[in-house]
């Protein structure tokens, strides 16, 4: 497996020193998110989503399946991710790096244990047929702050997405396709969002939001908090590294709970203008007898 | 900046009125509430104001002055810190990084952990394990953070003791060393990041036969072998064991063997040099067991068990008291019903001789 | 089965009888295993612990498995070369809940913690005295009540302390709860110390690992649906726990060096007290 290469010493250095007189390499302020951009897909539930130069694309997809014996009630939800060669020489196909784990184990944290998707709305016929509803997460393009980047995927993704609708009539299930029956949004019940920050100096005093891939590399400890814009915390993790006095932490966290808030806005924007997109001249558009021809 | 942790506010008054029972519980969970993660922000901040890490009050224990990590040892600029102990940055307080107790030598103190992995020392005799056999040299376990190494021109090559060592030998470098073989050689030099070079270049040194290994912890405390005067020496076993090798290794690892007749033996009797070449060449390297007598097999493993008996009872490891140990097993043996094939000195036989050990 | 918590509004007791504030009982012993360089036992509660370290030693011919620190992980840095690789492997047994199941080898759960106990440790550990070798933790979980993650970071500190692994402080670890559901914005919620099983699955919790008596904060993992607001609590009570916890490992060791030296297995120190440059 190629090794990542590390920064040398002189450019870890350089970067600190900079830190130190509060100053990044990019002219961002400390709590400053890089460029965020949304585009949704043509299709329902393809969100492509770059902060700078890290670039990842969450495509949702939904199937009908049984399910699991234990939980007759709910449906199936899965996050998949996958860092692939493209994105770093150092990721591997079949061979989980810890990125890789700890990315996945985030996204499960954050987006599916703290109740995000009513995974009960999934049920179709109890303990029979239910929606399975996947998320596949490929990192395009790796200039660090993977986790921000796709955990906001994710939930773009998922909002965006539109399932086909359904009845069960007597005991049998009808799916409708598009052309019958417009797909309907899924039972959504909250939206979090991460917000990581790096660490640097000998006692972690210098805290730095959606740090570069350089950045990332010379970080002493890093700390990923996921909140929803009601103030609610879905997960903290900082695991292990340099210790961080605690009180700054707690700042970290209302600092993140501005961007959470933020990021909500500007995804509900964004969702606003491509249903408009989506939807020109409304019904009665619809209802018009003249086509374009 | 002052650590702001709210403290826990007092508890809800609201439900003793529910219930007039509760009253009396009631005083009982305000005392409680005392106690709990109310953080002292006056002592915080003064401590944060004369650097971050606050004194704390001495409680180490007693006169036996056990140290642990995190306890700063001293304030005091004018000592210089050892291994075992670091510097906080920005302060001059000396903290230690080990548990265990303080030696000073000079103005140089340093902390001398309850136990820790044997640290190569240039002149350690030591007892190894060949690992790994490479193109010009042997890696060696010695109980140390690295594998030691042992070059080819380090060792007596067979044929002439100053032999210049020639491709020959490289290629037919495992009939000297294989891997799995035990030999015992000296630390001779030390590289900067504490990998040991080994060297086996004296009649003293080299393969180890005829007899067994047994490991214990080495220097860096915790009992176990000791440095001192003497690690190697030869016993009279009692009972007709005839005389028996002891090689107490420094980082650990005991062997203790029959005795064979040394090259210098060979020297006095046959007074020649060629003659010593070509008898040490031919049972240097050898890799076969002399024949060993039942008796001395007996005692040899009596000698193991009272090197093991040492350590269990966490008792230093060195030639009194193994010698003293010995003795005390032997007469054990005598009263014992099975007589002197009774060599077991685990449990409660062990702990009897060290008690009888440490009586004197 | 759900957590019966009406009891608590009562008389302030939770369901095994603490107060917020008190821990379960903490046992634990150092140098329980002969052969291993250090060794831990670590009760916290019904939480039962082992921890063996090997090393630093020469790493061996596998390198780079998941949860090893020194790669992408925050408390390596640079290389393998410069400093120890501190390995981490949890195993936990079959018959350690209630429900008898095996773990699966790749357990994301387990990788987790593989990672976080490394970095945590790695943060505190002196690795760059190591160079070229690995130090490896190994835990194994006997029974689990909860705190898990605490424990086992408790138990590997006590292990590395027993290896003499030299490091900067104690890194000790508990949780902390909150009486509150995330759902509800009560203001009068209590924060929890030390969480059981049964409260850490029906509470908002978190785990916090300080180093030493300091605030500072290794490792900060919460789980759970929270409100901000009891964020703060619930950290002062964990940091404060943190600090009981370092006191009761401390005397463990402490206790356990008395008695090397009054067996005469170790040499008495000099008393800082009476030194005097000559």
């Not at chain 2, 650990?252 to 033996?265: A, L, N, Q, R």
């Not at chain 3, 027993?162 to 919620?189: F, Q």
Request: negative net charge; hydrophobic residues 40%; contains cysteine.
């Amino acid at each position: 497996m190629p090794r990542e290469i590390e920064p040398s010493l002189n450019e870890k250095q350089f970067v600190l020193q900079a830190l130190q007189e509060k100053f990044r390499l990019d002219g961002r302020q400390f709590d400053q998110y890089r460029p965020l951009e949304l585009t949704f897909g043509d299709q329902y539930g393809v969100a492509d989503v770059a902060f700078g130069k890290t670039k990842i694309l969450a495509k949702a997809s939904a199937e009908v399946t049984v399910p699991y014996a234990d939980r007759p009630l709910d449906g199936v939800f899965a996050i998949a991710t996958e860092l692939s060669p493209m994105a770093s020489p150092a990721f591997e196909v079949n061979r989980p790096t810890e990125t890789e784990v700890l990315l996945s184990r985030l996204l499960e944290k954050t987006v599916r244990r703290s109740g995000a998707l009513d995974t009960e709305s999934l049920c179709l016929v109890a303990g029979q047929k239910c929606w399975s509803i996947r998320v596949d997460v490929h990192v395009l393009s790796h200039d660090g702050n993977l986790i921000d980047t796709a955990c906001f995927a994710v939930v773009a993704a998922l909002r965006h997405f539109r399932k086909p609708d359904t009845s069960v009539e007597g005991g049998i299930l009808t799916v409708y396709t598009p052309a019958e029956r417009e797909p309907v949004p899924l039972s959504w019940l909250h939206s979090p969002f991460c917000v990581t920050w790096s660490f640097y100096g000998d006692r972690g005093e210098i805290a730095v939001l959606d740090a570069t891939w350089t950045e990332e590399q010379i970080r002493v400890a890093s700390c990923t908090i996921s909140l929803n814009r009601h103030g609610e915390i879905c997960q903290i993790s900082k695991l292990g590294g340099t210790p961080v006095e605690a009180v700054a932490l707690l700042q970290c966290t209302s600092i993140a709970l501005t961007k959470a808030k933020d990021f909500s806005v500007f995804l509900d924007k964004k969702l606003a203008e491509d249903t408009k997109k989506r939807n020109i001249g409304g019904f009665m558009a619809e209802l018009r007898s003249e086509n374009d021809r | 900046m002052p650590v702001t942790i709210l403290a826990p506010k007092a508890m809800r008054q609201d439900y003793g009125q529910a219930d007039k029972q509760n009253i009396s519980d009631d005083s009982d969970d305000a005392d409680s509430s005392n106690g709990g993660a109310e953080l002292d922000y006056a002592e915080l901040a003064k401590a944060d104001a004369e650097g971050h890490t606050h004194k704390r009050p001495r409680i180490a224990g007693g006169d036996f002055e056990i140290v642990t990590p995190g306890e700063v040892i001293t304030d005091d600029p004018q000592w210089m810190r050892g291994h075992g102990t670091y510097v906080a940055a920005g302060t001059t307080s000396i903290i230690s990084s080990v548990a265990g107790t303080i030696t000073r030598t000079n103005k140089l103190l340093s902390v001398r952990p309850l136990r820790a992995r044997y640290t190569p020392e240039v002149g350690d005799l030591v007892v190894g394990r060949i690992v790994e056999v490479q193109a010009k040299r042997w890696r060696v376990d010695v109980g140390a953070t690295q594998l030691a190494s042992l070059p080819l021109s380090a060792i007596n090559l067979p044929g002439g003791i100053l032999r210049k060592r020639t491709e020959t030998d490289e290629l037919q470098i495992r009939t000297f060393f294989a891997e799995g073989d035990l030999l015992v050689a000296e630390v001779q030099q030390l590289f900067q990041d504490g990998g040991a070079v080994l060297h086996t270049r004296s009649l003293k040194y080299g393969k180890l036969r005829n007899g067994m290994f047994v490991a214990v912890s080495g220097m860096g405390g915790g009992g176990g072998v000791v440095r001192s005067r003497r690690q190697v020496w030869t016993l009279e076993a009692a009972s007709g064991g005839g005389p028996i090798d002891v090689v107490l290794g420094v980082n650990g690892y005991v062997w203790i063997s029959k005795h064979v007749e040394t090259p210098e033996g060979l020297v006095e009797k046959t007074s020649g040099i060629t003659n010593l070449d070509e008898s040490v060449s031919a049972t240097m390297y050898s890799s076969q067991n002399d024949r060993i007598g039942p008796e001395t097999m007996r005692e040899i493993a009596r000698i193991r068990g009272v090197v093991t008996a040492l350590v269990d009872n966490g008792l230093r490891v060195d030639e009194d008291m193994v010698m003293r140990g010995y003795h005390e097993a032997v007469e054990m043996a005598m009263v014992s019903s099975v007589g002197a094939d009774d060599i077991y000195l685990g449990g409660e036989r062990g702990e009897q001789l060290a008690a009888v050990l440490t009586a004197v | 089965m759900p957590l019966d918590t009406s009891a608590y509004s009562l008389a302030l007791l939770r369901v095994d009888g603490r107060r917020w504030n008190e821990l379960r009982r903490m046992h634990a012993q150092i140098r329980t295993q002969a052969a291993a360089d250090g060794s831990s036992y670590l009760e916290m509660g019904h939480t039962k612990v082992m921890c063996v370290v090997t090393g630093p030693s020469e790493p061996g011919p596998r390198r780079s498995a998941v949860g090893a620190s020194g790669g992408t992980g925050v408390g390596g840095g640079s290389g393998e070369a410069a400093q120890a690789e501190v390995a981490v492997s949890i195993v936990i047994a079959g018959f350690s809940s209630v429900d008898r199941k095996r773990t699966a080898r790749g357990d994301k759960r387990i990788l987790e913690m593989q990672s976080t106990i490394s970095n945590a440790l790695a943060g505190s550990l002196h690795t760059h005295l190591y160079p070229h070798s690995a130090i490896n933790i190994s835990l194994h979980v006997l029974s689990q009540d909860g705190s898990l993650l605490a424990a086992l970071i408790n138990a590997a500190t006590l292990a590395c302390v027993d290896a003499g692994i030299p490091m900067t402080d104690y890194v000790a670890a508990c949780t902390a709860g909150s009486t509150s559901t995330y759902a509800a914005g009560d203001e009068a919620a209590d924060p929890l110390l030390d969480l059981n099983q049964q409260e850490e699955q029906e509470l908002p919790g978190l785990t916090v690992a300080t180093l030493g008596e300091s605030d500072r904060v290794a490792v900060l993992v919460c789980e759970s649906r929270v409100q901000v607001s009891r964020l703060e609590g619930m950290l002062a009570v964990a940091v404060d726990g943190c600090k009981q916890v370092r006191e009761i490992l401390d005397r463990v060791v402490r206790d356990k060096g008395r008695r090397m030296v009054q067996e005469g297995t170790i040499e008495k120190g000099v008393g800082v007290n009476d030194m005097e440059i000559d």
